[in-house]
Nanobody
């Protein structure tokens, strides 16, 4: 079992930055891939970014490439999402997720409770 707790969401103006954090507990953090997803009002949850267990390979949805950066500190059992040049369309609840393997294949097995990000125009 893995417990995930996100933090760092908030209200920011367009063009601003936020850094989300997700603290994990319950299993060896360095053994599984981590991801970030988001869900805007009235829309389905969508994939944003993921990192393999070592952090040496990452992946991003096209809409955030060049603006968002996922990173992880395996010593602190924490994954981050640095979000720069934020746009109003980035407004959503952001969820941290853990996969059951070292690679981001298939659907995550564990989810955090979500943190709200609101970008004003």
């Amino acid at each position: 079992q893995v417990q995930l707790v996100e933090s760092g969401g908030g209200l920011v103006q367009a063009g601003g930055s936020l850094r989300l954090s997700c603290a994990a507990s319950g299993r060896t953090f360095s053994s599984y891939a981590m991801g970030w997803f988001r869900q805007a009002p009235g829309k389905e949850r969508e994939f944003v970014s993921a990192s393999i267990s070592s952090g040496s390979s990452t992946y991003y949805v096209d809409s955030v490439k060049g603006r968002f950066t996922i990173s992880r500190d395996n010593a602190k059992n924490t994954v981050y999402l640095q979000m720069n040049s934020l746009k109003p369309e980035d407004t959503a609840v952001y969820y941290c997720a853990a996969y059951n393997t070292g690679y981001y294949i298939g659907r995550p097995s564990y989810w955090g409770q979500g943190t709200q990000v609101t970008v004003s125009s």
